[in-house]
């Protein structure tokens, strides 16, 4: 079955560091892929996503590149803040008559000032 | 404002009782989630609905029930069966049952047994 597996946190950086959180992912077909933030006792929210292959999703200076070749979609930010720190998860949903969205297990991301 | 509404934000239970947790969205979604969240692990599906009056179970469906009466609507009952309930309850909609557009989520539900 469909599946998403993400780095293992928790990975704790300093401010202003080079941040990158991997995710690789199996699935059939041509998922979209996601990236979600979810900050303490909060609901999850979109960072961003990629539809295709190549695709490059970004907002907030996080980026993220689809790579089938690879089946990966990491994570990366050229300088992180302090208001990074949150839970990081990586998705996949399937562009078929199946609706359901695959998450991966999280990693946790604590910037020191 | 458009967007999912969870309520309440915290629920106490008693053991041996049924509880509700309600999911509203107004953003016109068709397809609708229900997820579990343990400290520190990540999201599991417990039932999903990509249209009124249908709904799928998850991974974990079992001690639980869902309704989708409505478009807007997606409440979820966790029952007595279930053995182990505390955790962190999100509800998410989509705007379609295709592979290409998010979810949205709401702010969550913590539920404790007590």
């Known amino acids: 079955g469909d599946s998403v597996t993400q780095m293992e946190g928790p990975v704790t950086l300093s401010e202003e560091a080079f941040l990158t959180i991997n995710c690789t992912y199996t699935?059939?077909?041509?998922?979209?892929l996601f990236w979600y933030v979810q900050y303490p006792g909060e609901g999850l929210q979109l960072l961003l996503k990629a539809t295709k292959a190549d695709d490059k999703g970004s907002n907030k200076g996080f980026e993220a590149t689809y790579r089938k070749e690879t089946t990966s979609f990491h994570l990366e930010k050229g300088s992180v803040q302090v208001s990074d720190s949150a839970v990081y998860f990586c998705a996949l949903r399937r562009g078929s008559s199946a609706s359901k969205i695959i998450f991966g297990s999280g990693t946790r991301l604590s910037i020191r000032p | 404002d458009g967007g999912i509404t969870q309520s309440p934000k915290y629920l106490f239970r008693k053991e041996g009782q049924n509880v509700t947790l309600s999911c509203e969205q107004n953003?016109?979604?068709?397809?609708m989630y229900w997820y579990r969240q343990d400290p520190g692990q990540g999201l599991r599906l417990i039932y999903y609905?990509?249209?009124?009056?249908?709904?799928q179970k998850g991974d974990i469906a079992e001690g639980y029930s869902v309704s989708r009466e409505k478009k807007e609507s997606f409440p979820l009952t966790v029952t007595s069966a279930q053995k182990n309930p505390t955790a962190f309850y999100l509800c998410a909609s989509s705007i379609d049952r295709s592979g290409n557009t998010e979810a949205f989520f709401g702010q969550g539900t913590r539920l404790t047994v007590v």
């Open positions: 699935a059939t077909g041509y998922p979209s």
């Open positions: 953003l016109n979604h068709d397809a």
């Open positions: 609905s990509q249209i009124v009056n249908d709904f």
